[in-house]
Antibody
Framework: EVQLVESGGGLVQPGGSLRLSCAASGFTFSSYEMNWVRQAPGKGLEWVSYISSSGSTIYYADSVKGRFTISRDNAKNSLYLQMNSLRAEDTAVYYC??????????????????WGKGTTVTVSS | AIQLTQSPSSLSASVGDRVTITCRASQGISSALAWYQQKPGKAPKLLIY???SLESGVPSRFSGSGSGTDFTLTISSLQPEDFATYYC??????????FGGGTKVEIK
């Protein structure tokens, strides 16, 4: 079964750090690009970060740039999000999501087809 | 950055109703749009990709259309299990991604 399982969430004080993990199974993890997406309580979905299949290309949303670091270990089938200098507004459920794609040499389309169940991060004193 | 505006933000409908949700992009995105369904306490689920392609296993009552800046998600006959929040997402400048604000479909 294709599966993503997040872990590492919890309660942390403002200014603190937390490392999230996402364990992948049931597919060839090293072949897929991955993302972190978050959802604040009662709010919509917000894209957080992207990492290419090899880990060589990385992007961040402006809201987390300079504070969060995405990484992956393809040998361990795992994705990570190191979160530093946490703020109250980082409180959210954090999901990891796989991206798949289709198309041809002139046009590609993408979609997030596999999601984990999420891990909750609460930033509060 | 590309902004996505969904309308309405919420709606009330009855089982059997035809429901249409709109997603408007701040600039043209070709057909680089996906739709997701999210139920309370659950992860989002992919419904539609490339604006109009139905994900495997998704009921045929769901359909997507549009290109450029205007897109729609239609549920042809609303079922009890369809009460949820729906999000659009653009992939035009992938891997920089944007979600719409969501549309909550509630029971009338």
């Amino acid at each position: 079964e294709v599966q993503l399982v997040e872990s590492g969430g919890g309660l942390v004080q403002p200014g603190g750090s937390l490392r999230l993990s996402c364990a992948a199974s049931g597919f060839t993890f090293s072949s897929y690009e991955m993302n972190w997406v978050r959802q604040a309580p009662g709010k919509g979905l917000e894209w957080v970060s992207y990492i290419s299949s090899s880990g060589s290309t990385i992007y961040y949303a402006d809201s987390v740039k300079g504070r969060f670091t995405i990484s992956r270990d393809n040998a361990k089938n795992s994705l990570y999000l190191q979160m530093n200098s946490l703020r109250a507004e980082d409180t959210a459920v954090y999901y990891c999501a796989r991206v798949d794609y289709g198309g041809n040499s002139t046009y590609y389309y993408y979609y997030m087809d596999v999601w984990g169940k999420g891990t909750t991060v609460t930033v509060s004193s | 950055a590309i902004q996505l505006t969904q309308s309405p933000s919420s709606l009330s409908a009855s089982v059997g109703d035809r429901v249409t949700i709109t997603c408007r992009a701040s600039q043209g995105i070709s057909s680089a749009l996906a739709w997701y369904q999210q139920k309370p306490g659950k992860a989002p689920k992919l419904l539609i990709y490339d604006a109009s392609s139905l994900e495997s296993g998704v009921p045929s009552r769901f359909s997507g259309s549009g290109s450029g800046t205007d897109f729609t998600l239609t549920i042809s006959s609303l079922q009890p299990e369809d009460f949820a929040t729906y999000y659009c997402q653009q992939f035009n400048n992938y891997p920089l991604l944007t979600f719409g604000g969501g549309t909550k479909v509630e029971i009338k």
